[in-house]
């Protein structure tokens, strides 16, 4: 079981910069891929980045590439996305996720509570 709580969500100007860290509570954390994904208003859920275990290889979607950065310290059972050059486009609702290597959310066994991020122009 892996329990996990979002954190660093916040308002800020479009150009600014948030970090989203996510605290994960459980043993099979360090062993699972790590995933972040958004949804904004009347919008699916949609794929924004994922990190493997061993933290060595990660996959983006296009839209945040070269913005967006994925890591995580399995150390601290604690998974980040550092958010650069936000856009108004990235208002939406984050969450992190432990599971499968994916960009699916269904590989994804578990789920945070989210964290409200909204981008003014």
């Known amino acids: 079981q892996v329990q996990l709580v979002e954190s660093g969500g916040g308002l800020v100007q479009a150009g600014g910069s948030l970090r989203l860290s996510c605290a994960a509570s459980?043993?099979?954390?360090?062993?699972?891929?790590m995933g972040w994904f958004r949804q904004a208003p009347g919008k699916e859920r949609e794929f924004v980045a994922v990190?493997?275990?061993?933290?060595?290889?990660?996959s983006y979607r296009d839209s945040v590439k070269g913005r967006f950065t994925i890591s995580r310290d399995n150390a601290k059972n604690t998974g980040y996305l550092q958010m650069n050059s936000l856009e108004p486009e990235d208002t939406a609702i984050y969450y992190c996720?432990?599971?499968?290597?994916?960009?699916?959310?269904?590989?994804?066994?578990?789920w945070g509570q989210g964290t409200q991020v909204t981008v003014s122009s």
């Open positions: 990190i493997i275990w061993t933290g060595g290889v990660t």
């Open positions: 459980g043993r099979t954390f360090s062993r699972s891929a």
């Open positions: 996720a432990a599971g499968r290597f994916s960009s699916s959310w269904s590989n994804y066994d578990y």
